[in-house]
Each structure stands twice: as C-alpha cells, then as structure tokens.
C-alpha cells in the first residue's frame, strides 16, 4: 500500500512538473508562424520564452508560503486551474502586446505547479532518495522537450499554432481533476510558523546556495539554447519546423539517459561523485561544440550533438543539486524548493532575455555562450564541499 502510495505521489508530481515544462516548449516550433500570424518579428515574438520564465520566477515565494500556510494540495489545484485559463485565452490571442502578457500570466501558474510537485517530494523523501525521486520529475520534463517540440510542431502543422495552447488547457484542467481525486488531504508541509524571513535565512547559508546555482546555471543554458536554436537551425541551417521539432527527441534521449544514471547509480555512487562526473561532462560538450563549430559552420551536427552531451550532464546534475539544497536549507518545508525554483527561474530567464535582445543567431555565438555557463557550473562544483 505504501509502495502504491509513494507510486502515485511520484506520478502526480511528475505529470505536473511536464505540464508545466510543455508550457514553455510545446509552441517554440510555432514561433515563426506565431510572430507572422501576431503581424511581429520573430525577435519579439521570441521575448515570450523569457516572459514566460520571468513570470515563473516572481511568484514562487509567494507559492512556497501559501503552500506553508495552506497545503500542497488546494494550491498545486488552484495553480493547475490558472494554467488552464491562460492557455485557453493565448490561443485566442491576435496581437503580440496581449500574447506577451498571457504567456507572464502562464509563467505565474507554471510556478505554483513546479514548487509544488516538488515540495511534494522534499515532503516524502529523505537523503539519496530525494535526488532519486526528484530525476523522475528530470525524466518528465525531458520528456516534454522531446514530446512537447515534436507534437507541437505536428499540431501547428495540422491545426495551426493555437491547438499548442488548446491541448494545454485540456491537459492542466484534467490534471486538477487528478489531484483533487487522487492526492491526499492538503496537509501542512512543516509545524514551521509561516514567515517571509525564512527565504533571507535560506539564501544566507552557502551549503544551500551553491548546488541551488549549479542547477540554475545548467538549466540557463538549456533556456538560452531554447531561445536561439528556432532561428539558428530555421534559418542558419535552413531547418523545416518539422526538421526542428524532431530535434526534441534527440535532447529527451539524452536528458533521460542522465535521469536514468542517477536513478540508478545515486545510492552507489553518491551524490557529490555524480555531481563532478555531470560537470566534466558539460565542459567536455562546450569544448566540442565550440571547436566542432569553428572548424565547420554549415554542419548543424557540430552544434547539436555535444549539446546532447552538455543536457546529459545537465540530466545528472539538476536533481542532485535540488537535492542538496534541500538537504542543506536551514529551514524545512516548501520554503527551499520554493527559493531554488525562483533562484533558477531568474537566472534563466536573465539568460534567455540576454539572448534575445542580442538576437544570437550565429551558432558560434551560441557555442560560446554555452562553454562559458557550462566552466561556470564545473568551478561551482569544485568549490563545493562534499555532501
């Protein structure tokens, strides 16, 4: 019965963690049709990935402390039903303005939905075993990268690029449904009192802030890759939107290989072993991405393969990090995975709106930037102490 319970736990948390990544990639296959059927630039209309992150970023200790005050369950539903609305009204969407505000409006949603599903796991495992539940929550959203891209480009191919946004609604609004039927009670994530000092506590403590910034530096460079790859492999490269949303699969099998590795090897290896592993590993595929490219700029190869190799790290380093942290929070409850949620959302977003305005399109650029976060991530790491 508990193994049935811990099963479910770990589904509805997982789902929710996919629904909330389709969100941000599901439509980017649809970004040059959405800024021609908007009557914008593909540059602008490309500021609704940052958008999107900013908007997951700003609300998430205000996520955490509902969540404190109130219960995982009634705000993970309310959270879901947000999502739904938003995603109905932006595939009615007809001028870029109001489609910019929405995707803000989507982002707040999102956020409740990923502290949540992942306070859900802090809440119910402990040591290894949290960095082994939480990369099945990895595992789902690498699944939306492949998943999301691919049907998201058949969809704009078939429907047009409001049935993205259509099949989200249906989906978050089925999920609530879920949660209401399937998730226990709303309890109290902690006897902590509730208090907006906790998050200044949390964010003081070094053991705390470390891990919480290799995650986000990771997932800054999927973000920022995200941001350039539309326009670097549709016009660069000359990618069909079918072409491209393939490419998904590609980044989901390798981001599922990393989530598989520490799903299996975490309570062999331990944690601080995988964690320098996945690092070496992400600076080994900027530096081959980076000289793959100098050496030939019109082989699109050369720019996707290692960053397959940097999302396997990338796959094996973000749930240890999450893991870490919340080992290492001075303070239980949502509050740790609440900070490292805003703290990860802030930095990718900061990456993604870098690459916007900057309208990285040459692949070059892109590797550079790549190498730069990934030796980052690696000195992060080594300055560490071993958990």
């Known amino acids: 019965m508990l193994c049935l319970q811990t099963s479910l736990l770990i589904s509805l948390s997982s789902l929710t963690v996919f629904l909330a990544q389709l969100g941000m990639m599901m439509y980017l296959p649809a970004l040059p049709s959405i800024a021609l059927s908007l009557n914008t630039t593909q540059n602008l209309a490309s500021l609704s990935l940052p958008t999107y992150l900013v908007?997951?970023?700003?609300?998430?200790l205000l996520w955490g402390k509902w969540g404190a005050a109130w219960g995982i369950k009634p705000v993970l539903i309310a959270s879901l039903l947000i999502f739904s609305l938003t995603n109905a009204l932006l595939a009615a969407c007809v001028q870029i303005e109001t489609f910019l505000s929405l995707r803000f409006l989507q982002g707040l949603a999102a956020s409740g939905m990923s502290v949540m599903a992942r306070s859900l796991v802090a809440q119910h495992f402990k040591?290894?075993?949290?960095?082994?539940?939480l990369s099945w929550l990895s595992i789902a959203f690498v699944i939306s990268l492949g998943v999301g891209q691919y049907a998201g480009a058949i969809l704009m191919s078939t429907f047009g690029w409001p049935a993205t946004f259509w099949c989200l609604a249906i989906g978050a609004t089925l999920q609530a449904g879920c949660v209401y039927r399937w998730l226990s009670g709303a309890r109290q994530a902690s006897s902590t009192p509730v208090c907006w000092r906790h998050y200044l506590t949390i964010f003081r403590h070094a053991p705390f802030l470390r891990p919480t910034l290799i995650g986000g530096l990771g997932y800054g460079i999927i973000i920022g890759f995200n941001t350039a790859a539309p326009s670097v492999f549709q016009t660069t490269y000359?990618?069909?939107?079918?072409?491209?949303?393939?490419?998904g699969w590609a980044m989901s099998l390798a981001y599922v290989l990393g989530s598989l590795i520490v799903n299996r090897y975490v309570l062999i290896r331990?944690?601080?072993?995988?964690?320098?592993?996945?690092?070496s590993i992400m600076v080994a595929g900027s530096v081959v991405m980076v000289l793959g490219v100098i050496a030939n700029t019109t082989f699109a190869a050369l720019l996707w393969v290692p960053y397959c190799l940097i999302v396997l790290g990338q796959a094996i380093?973000?749930?240890?990090s999450l893991s870490t942290a919340s080992a290492h929070s001075p303070v239980k409850g949502p509050y740790s995975m609440a900070l490292c949620g805003l703290i990860h959302q802030l930095v990718a977003a900061f990456v993604g709106l870098t690459v916007s305005l900057l309208s990285v399109q040459n692949p070059l650029y892109l590797a550079t930037l790549c190498l730069l976060m990934t030796v980052l991530v690696r000195v992060l790491n080594i300055?560490?102490?071993n958990s």
């Open 270 to 279: 331990g944690q601080s072993q995988l964690s320098a592993i996945a690092t």
């Open 238 to 247: 000359e990618w069909s939107v079918s072409e491209y949303g393939a490419l």
């Open 55 to 60: 908007g997951m970023a700003m609300p998430m």
């Open 383 to 385: 300055t560490q102490p």
């Open 317 to 320: 380093s973000y749930p240890i």
């Open 127 to 133: 040591g290894n075993q949290v960095a082994k539940a």
